[in-house]
Structures are given as structure tokens and as C-alpha cells.
């Protein structure tokens, strides 16, 4: 199997299984107990929170929750107002902001996927945008939304679950969504960066063991997210490089037929979304059964629904029907995904045979 789906999970580094295992054989205690082996685990705890904020803004605080999809969730219900997102934001965004009953307006697009971005209406307490684009790797103006949100006596809260370690993410957000599992860390663990001075109210109740979210920790999986987080600040320069060559070699060997969806400059070079006339998606998927690669969002799989993000930025249904999404990173080799891509490509092309 070639695994090209990085951006809906990403394989998890071996460093941080090390550093998960001695949890998971032997460290069993409660980090929250006042006993030695459980401060022990509270040790643990911290370290990882630590390595965790060194990727974050200075001027706030970690909070770990089960993944990003309760961050956002605590970050839009614990905030008042009307809350203003992006057309492309993630469902965890816009479906939580619309199940709070509160206004919300949200930002078209561009045809590359860029907001376009206009008054705050009155009352708005929240801007809500992606650092990058789950679906077609667009990067976002996350810090003039801030300023703009600021403006307007609004917090800004940015999902920066596919950006984390990879694109900066600006001083002037207040809140931040993060997923250990998209930086090679382990699935069930992620968090909410709070700016100091801000108090969201408990999502979960029964122990207040974070300081404001309740539920026992996993030293475990904190320890692996804390070990992917310090690989990710390590390896900046090289993943970086590595993502780029593999993008421009992608993008060469497809050649014509195929059509890029998503800014070619504002964006991540690990995702790689694109298009082409007539494709049956699902059908290029069952040639291609042993290549992981996705359709969209793993979290819309199997809906029958063209993609939101893509039909925002002005694609029929058909043409939004007719995308896929191939993403690679840190231990994807230029040989694993030249073949993929012949593959794809081979498979594509005979469909119109």
C-alpha cells in the first residue's frame, strides 16, 4: 500500500511511539493523582505540554483535549457573540457554530480559495478561519482577519490542525486548534492554545483536571504528541524541503488534463488537489485500490455530497465530483509517489478509453 493521504492522518513517528511505550507498559498511574508515581505521570504531562507550546504563540496556555474537534468545539461555544467563518472551514466549525443557534455569517472565497474578506457584522464575538485548508491546502490571511477581528471587539480563533509546525502561525490570534495525529503524533489527543486573559467556560464537567476541561489524561498519548511536536520543530527545514521537491515533482509528472484546485502560491505543498474532466472518482479509487489517496475530507467521506470547500470556490458539482485529493509528507519517497502517480494517471486516462 502508498499512503497519500496525509491530511487526513499522518503515519506516527517512531520517536514518538518511543516515547508513548514506557507509559503504556509500565506508567499506568493517574497524572492527576497526588501520589508519587502519579506526579510521575503529571512530570510527563508538563514536558509534553511544554514541547507542545513551543510551536504556539508565547502569552497563553495549552490545554489538552481528546483532538481538535473538541478544541473547536469548546473555542465557539465558551465565546459569545455572532460568529463569522470562512466557507471552507471544516465541518467541526461550522456545524458547531451553527448547532449554537448564535448569527452566523460566513466569508465567500475565491476561485483559489482565498477569503474575501468584508464588514464584521455588529455583534460578532468570534472570526473563525483555517491556517490551511484541509481539502485543497490554501494557506489563509490569518493574521489581517485577527487585526480585523480585533477592530470589531471580536476574538479569532484559528484551526491550525493541518498548519501546526509547518506554517507559522500568527501573535495575534487568540485561540488555537491543534491535532496531534496530523504531525505524526498519536489519534485521541489534541488542544486548545487560550491567550492568556481569556476564560472559556467548561465544555465538560467533572474534575477540572486542565483547568477549565474535565477528564482524566492519557500520559501516554500526551508524551507522543509532545515527542511529534519537538520532531516537527526539528525537522522545519527538511520536512519542508523534502514536501516541496515531491510537490514539484507531482505536479510535473502529471502533466496536461489534470487541473490544479486551490491558489498554486498561497498553500501547503503536501496536499495536492486536483481535477479532471468527466473523472469517476470512485471508479479511478477501485483501479487503484492499493494507493491511499483520498476523494476529499475523510470526515465527509460516503456523504454522495460534492465538497463544500470545493464548490465554494465556484466548481460544478460534476467538477467537484471529479477531484482527488493526494497528500504526502515526511516519509513519503519520490519513488513510492512517481509510481502512484503514474498509476492514478494511467487509470484516469483510460477511463475515456
Not at 13 to 24: D, I, N, S, V, Y
Not at 276 to 287: C, F, Q, Y
Not at 308 to 314: F, K, N
Request: with cysteine.
Amino acid at each position: 500500500m502508498i499512503y497519500l493521504d496525509y491530511q487526513a492522518t499522518t503515519p506516527l513517528a517512531p520517536e514518538a511511539l518511543k516515547a508513548m511505550l514506557p507509559w503504556l507498559e509500565q506508567g499506568h498511574a493517574n497524572p492527576h493523582s497526588p501520589h508519587r508515581a502519579g506526579r510521575q505521570a503529571r512530570a510527563a504531562v508538563e514536558v509534553a505540554r511544554d514541547q507542545v507550546a513551543a510551536l504556539l504563540p508565547s502569552g497563553g496556555r495549552v490545554v489538552f483535549t481528546s483532538g481538535a474537534t473538541e478544541a473547536l468545539n469548546w473555542a465557539i461555544k465558551g465565546t459569545g457573540g455572532g460568529i463569522v467563518a470562512t466557507a471552507i472551514e471544516h465541518a467541526a466549525v461550522l456545524d458547531t457554530a451553527a448547532a449554537t443557534g448564535r448569527p452566523l455569517t460566513v466569508m465567500p472565497v475565491d476561485g483559489e480559495g482565498q477569503v474575501l474578506p468584508g464588514p464584521i457584522a455588529d455583534g460578532a464575538g468570534l472570526i473563525a478561519a483555517m491556517l490551511v485548508n484541509n481539502e485543497i491546502g490554501t494557506v489563509q490571511p490569518v493574521a489581517a482577519l485577527a487585526e480585523q477581528a480585533h477592530g470589531a471587539g471580536a476574538l479569532m480563533l484559528c484551526d491550525a490542525v493541518q498548519g501546526y509546525g509547518r506554517v507559522a502561525i500568527p501573535d495575534t490570534v487568540d485561540l488555537v486548534a491543534i491535532s496531534a495525529h496530523k504531525i505524526h503524533g498519536p489519534k485521541g489527543v489534541g488542544a486548545l492554545w487560550i491567550r492568556d486573559g481569556i476564560t472559556l467556560p467548561p465544555l465538560l464537567h467533572g474534575g477540572d483536571q486542565e483547568g477549565g476541561r474535565s477528564g482524566t489524561l492519557s500520559p501516554a498519548l500526551c508524551a507522543g504528541f509532545g515527542a511529534a511536536a519537538r520532531l516537527m520543530a526539528a525537522r522545519a527545514e527538511e520536512d519542508e524541503a523534502h514536501v516541496g521537491r515531491l510537490w514539484s515533482l507531482a505536479v510535473e509528472r502529471l502533466g496536461s488534463g489534470w487541473t490544479l484546485n486551490g491558489s498554486p502560491d498561497h498553500r501547503y505543498h503536501g496536499n495536492l488537489n486536483v481535477r479532471r474532466e468527466g473523472l469517476d472518482v470512485a471508479r479511478l479509487m477501485s483501479d487503484c485500490r492499493d494507493i491511499a489517496f483520498s476523494a476529499g475530507s475523510a470526515c465527509a467521506s460516503g456523504s454522495g455530497r460534492p465538497s463544500h470547500v470545493l464548490t465554494a470556490l465556484g466548481l460544478s458539482d460534476r467538477d467537484a465530483k471529479s477531484s482527488i485529493r493526494i497528500g504526502f509528507g515526511r516519509y513519503t519517497t519520490e519513488a513510492e509517489l512517481m509510481q502512484a502517480i503514474d498509476r492514478i494517471d494511467t487509470a484516469a486516462r483510460a477511463q475515456r478509453l
